[in-house]
């Protein structure tokens, strides 16, 4: 008995020491966000249209035609062009960064000196006038000499990031308000930018897709649409990603469109990610999805785990150079699938 009591003790100290520095971890890495200035999308030197409020990136895997240094890009599926780090993802990403590293040491510390960065971050790109970004992506993933450098529909998938940017405001905003007049302004953008997403030409082409990216558009659409507090369009839209879903996983599991790609399996788990993130979101606003589609996402679960330590056996192509990250990536899919009891580890493995 006396030997158990002690077992307990020596855990809870372990488990104490660890969370500990995890929270030393998250205060480092916050103190360093705030030894800089918020990221703005007008931080940029030059612009492609001619105006820094617009966010502009390069389609990261289209190159220079070695046969046509001057003439127009040619893709390279999988292979990412270092150019792209000139224009405005990084920005982005750094934004996203920014907000989740203070937002995290506020939620840990309740220290008003990270709230404050993160809502400076927040006005900096979503509400001042002279560094807001429009709530637009026309110029996003641009490739040069084609399309008169206007951007793709393939450049929505950028909008992904917009998902975290959401999860991290209702996070502070859960244990400190950041303030009914900036919160109306970040949901106007947010709505002004879904407006975009469903009416421009890009954003309808890309509502259209039946890989990765037609469920990351449904689910940013959705988590907009829900952190704006449009119920009945987050109905409707559960419905269409439902039947995107079944479209592209088969009864076996499998995810054609993405088994064609270079890295097949990584952008089978890819996807897979969305599909849960996409639940994640339903769950959080209670409500459900039919059971072919849980049943679908179980098929693909059990079809991508019988490879997990078996990269050999794969019977598609992946030029991935870090297997060991797509086996990281799917094991953490399959366990937010089995947290939302979208299915169970007996049901992935029939």
């Known amino acids: 008995m006396k030997l158990s ?4 003790t020596v855990l809870a100290l372990c488990l104490s020491l660890a969370a500990r520095a ?3 971890s998250i205060i480092n890495a916050a103190n360093k966000v705030l030894q800089t200035e918020p990221v703005a999308v007008t931080d940029k030197t030059s612009s492609i249209s001619g105006n820094p409020h617009n966010f502009e990136s390069l389609s990261i895997y289209w190159w220079p035609d070695p046969k046509n240094p001057t003439g127009p890009y040619v893709a390279k599926d999988g292979q990412a062009n270092p150019e792209h780090t000139q224009y405005d993802l990084p920005r982005l990403l750094k934004l996203v960064d920014n907000l989740q590293k203070v937002g995290k040491a506020y939620v840990a510390t309740k220290d008003q000196k990270y709230f404050d960065y993160f809502c400076k971050q927040l006005d900096v790109w979503f509400i001042d006038k002279d560094t807001q970004m429009l709530p637009n992506f026309n110029y996003c993933q641009f490739i040069p000499g084609r399309n008169n450098g206007k951007g793709n529909p393939q450049g929505m998938i950028d909008s992904y990031n917009f998902n975290s940017i959401i ?14 007049k900036r919160l109306k302004a970040v949901k106007k953008w947010m709505k002004n930018f879904a407006k975009w997403m469903e009416t421009s030409d890009n954003g309808q082409v890309a509502s259209q897709y039946t890989n990765n990216q037609g469920i990351a558009y449904d689910t940013t659409l959705f988590n907009i649409y829900l952190f704006a507090g449009n119920n009945k369009k987050c109905q409707q839209l559960i419905q269409s990603c439902c039947n995107r879903i079944k479209q592209q996983i088969d009864f076996e599991g499998k995810q054609p469109e993405e088994l064609k790609r270079t890295r097949a399996y990584f952008y089978s788990v890819w996807n897979l990610q969305h599909i849960v993130e996409f639940l994640s ?3 959080e ?11 679908r996402i179980c098929k693909s679960i059990q079809y991508l785990g019988q490879f997990v330590g078996h990269k050999e056996a794969f019977p598609y192509k992946d030029i991935s150079t870090d297997w060991n990250y797509n086996e990281r990536l799917f094991s953490n899919v399959r366990t937010q699938a089995y947290n939302l009891e979208v299915c169970s580890p007996i049901d992935s493995q029939e």
């Open 167 to 180: 999860d991290h405001i209702n996070k502070v905003n859960a244990i400190q308000s950041i303030g009914s």
């Open 22 to 24: 995890d929270d030393r």
């Open 285 to 295: 606003a209670s409500f459900e999805i039919d059971d072919e589609t849980k049943q």
């Open 281 to 283: 979101y339903v769950n």
């Open 5 to 8: 009591k002690l077992i307990l």
